[in-house]
Structure formats: C-alpha cells, structure tokens
C-alpha cells in the first residue's frame, strides 16, 4: 500500500524531530497519540507530514472507497433566539421580516417535492424559537414518517434539543425517548462549535454547554441512536482549545460508541459579527482534516462538507483523511452560503458527485446514514458523461 511506504518513509527520516517520529510510528502501529502530541502536530506538523499519517489511516480503514448519500435539508426558520458572534444566517426575533418560519404545512409540502426521488435522507436543523416546540416536532417527525415510513429522519442539534426539553419542563432523558418514539433516526453534529467555555462563552454564549452538547449525544447513544459530531474551527480559537474538543469527543465516544462521523466545519466571516477574522486557508483546512483523522481514532469517518468549503478543496481533503463529503443536498440551505461558502447554490447530482470522487482516484459508494452501503459507483457507467468544470481533473492519489 502506497500510504504505508510513506509512513516507511517518514520514520526512516534522521531530520525529522523525534517527536514527530515517534507519531509517526504510533499511527504505523495503531496506537492512540496523547493530547500533547496531537497539540504538537497542530504546531509543528508539516501538510505533507500529517497528510501522510491521515491517507494511511483512511486507507487502512476504508481504502479508496469515498462515501455519500442522497439527502435533502430542510430549515424551519432562521429567525432565532440566541445571537451567536460567528452566525450569519440567523435573524434575531426584532428583525423577524427578513427571516422566514415554515408552517407544518409547509415543511410537508418540501418533504412530497421528493416522492418519487431516491433520497434516503432528511436533514432537518435551523433556527431556535418558542413555536417550534416538544409537540411540533413531534408532530412533525410523526407526519413524515406516515408520509414516508423509510425515510430517515436525522433532525435537531442539542442546541434545540436544549431549548425545546427546558420549555417543555422535562428531562433531557424523557425528551431524547419522546422524539425517538416520535420518529427521530439519528442526530446531526451541528451546535457544537468549541466546547471550550472560554471560546464558546465568547461566541455562542447562551447556548448550551459543551457538556450539555455532550450529555445530549450520550442519551442518545444510551437509546441505541447514532449520531455525528462537528467542531467549528479557525476563528478565535487557539489550538490547544481545538484539541480540547477532539479530546471530549474521543473520550465520549470510548464510552458509547454511538458517533458515527465527525465534520470539521470551516468559520466563514461574511456577514457576521466576527467578519474583521480572516478565514483560515485550504492548507490550515486539510491539515485540520488531517489532525482530526489522526487523532479521532475511535471515529469510523471524517466528512468533509463540501458545500462550505467547495468542491476542489473536498476533492483535495480525500488524500487528508476524509472518506464521507456528505450528499448530494438538493435543497434550499442556506446556513453556509449565507455565510459566504463556496458553494452558493450547494445541490449535485449523484452523477457529479460520483465524478467528483472518480476525478481524483478514489471510489465513490452511495451509503445511507447508517452507511449501509447502497451503491458502489466505481465503474458505473452513467447514461451521459459529466462536465467536469472546477473540478480538480488529475489524480491526488494512486490506486494500489
């Protein structure tokens, strides 16, 4: 395998620090690197460096096989009750006319534009406010599941989770079991941000903690629900709070087992209180990616959403960790883009994303959220061959 004699490479290499050798050698035998050595590869690790030790791990545990799935998004409103520095899709409840707040009617109406259609996927997150309650959504996750019984739901942050069990004067217990019997399938990642209270007091203050975030995802896990996890990184924060996080998520995850992928999410700065931040470059992003697959050994995969960051950089990020850039989308979300991704209208098809994965020689495989596998795409003929304009159209890495 061609990633192993990199790592045959980097541990034969006398100007490397020991240190760094010594990682090195930890990833080639599969043992777990200390909070000290992970801040370490943040300071000192090399792009090549890391991207050498994450393609190995991802290879090790996947091959050359990239994940996707078929999904749609759906955001109630973006009107919300909290003011986070780093948002820029959120409207505060004073500016309620340039937001909008779907009906239950309404949500339904964007749930039956896919009958007919081969999403498994429904992902469902936006704003807080006081309508959107314990009885909507579980009138809500109940009606889609009459409407369309095998489509997952995967809906709400512990951010909402949060609010809405604290309105309702119930326990986080009894809540997490009441939206499980009403239909909910699985948890997105989003609302973890830094779980660092001297970052997340800054930038998300009023929110949940990050030990709520974390308390949340483990009653899931304890119900038998999987779920993913998200860091929002490259604002304010310093390295050593990002390890912080990793840790906690590491931690959690040896005790349950319930996270299913982990998505670094890249702080864009349009449009929000935080604009006067630079936002960090496409190296600082895959050697964050990098880290994140390093030091998540205990997570199965790393997503790379590829909405945020674009399609280029998604393709670049498969030979830094990454085995999942998420799906095809297909909708109308607009958390990103109204915050300046690159990606304005984020939708493709499965014949793009597929030549997207191809294009860079790894082997795109359709997976529904619980990655069972759907569709193995590698040599799929499609009816039409795909324009691959913007795309990145020589291979990053060789197939073995």
């Known amino acids: 395998m061609q990633s192993a004699r990199k790592i045959e490479t980097i541990l034969q290499d006398t100007s490397l620090e020991a240190p760094l050798r010594q990682i090195a050698q930890k990833v080639f035998g599969g043992q777990r690197i200390t909070e000290e050595e992970g801040l370490l590869l943040f300071e000192q690790g090399e792009l090549a460096y890391v991207g050498a030790l994450a393609n190995f791990i991802r290879e090790k545990q996947h091959g050359n096989r990239t994940f996707f799935n078929r999904n749609f998004h759906i ?3 973006n009107i919300c009750l909290y003011t986070c520095t780093f948002c820029s ?3 505060l409840i004073k500016k309620r006319e340039e937001g909008w707040e779907y009906s ?3 949500i339904m109406d964007i749930v039956r534009k896919y009958d007919g259609q081969p999403v498994t996927e429904v992902h469902i997150v936006g704003g807080v406010l006081p309508q959107y309650d314990l009885e909507f959504y579980s009138e809500l996750f109940r009606r889609i599941k009459a409407h369309r019984p095998e489509l997952h739901i995967k809906a709400l942050t512990p951010v909402e989770y949060h609010y809405i069990f604290k309105k309702a004067r119930i326990s986080y217990e009894e809540g997490m079991r009441l939206m499980k019997e009403a239909g909910l399938d699985s ?3 989003g609302g973890a941000e830094i779980f660092h209270p001297e970052i997340r007091d800054q930038i998300a203050g009023g929110k949940c903690t990050g030990e709520q975030w974390l308390r949340i995802h483990e009653i899931w896990h304890e119900l038998g629900g999987r779920s993913n ?4 990184y490259g604002h304010i924060e310093e390295f050593r709070h990002r390890i912080h996080h990793l840790e906690l998520l590491r931690r959690l995850q040896d005790k349950t087992g319930g996270f299913q992928t982990f998505i670094p999410l890249k702080f864009r700065n349009k449009d929000n209180q935080m604009s006067h931040i630079p936002e ?4 600082e992003d895959l050697r964050n990616y990098a ?3 390093i030091y998540l050994d205990n997570f199965a995969h790393i997503k790379a959403y590829w909405p945020m960051i674009g399609r280029q950089a998604a393709q670049l990020s498969l030979a830094f960790g990454v085995d999942d850039i998420d799906g095809t989308i297909d ?3 607009r958390i990103y883009s109204m915050a300046g991704s690159e990606e304005q209208n984020p939708a493709l098809s499965t014949q793009e994303l597929a030549g997207l994965i191809r294009r860079v020689g790894r082997e795109p495989v359709e997976r529904d959220t619980l990655y069972n596998v759907i569709r193995d795409y590698t040599d799929y003929v499609f009816e039409e061959e795909e324009a691959y304009q913007g795309y990145v159209s020589l291979p990053v890495v060789s197939k073995n």
């Open 187 to 189: 948890m997105p990642g």
């Open 291 to 293: 880290i994140s697959r």
């Open 75 to 77: 955001e109630p409103t």
């Open 104 to 106: 239950m009617d309404e």
């Open 280 to 283: 960090s470059t496409v190296v």
């Open 331 to 333: 909708d109308t979300t």
């Open 229 to 232: 996890a998200t860091m929002l």
């Open 89 to 91: 899709y959120s409207r």
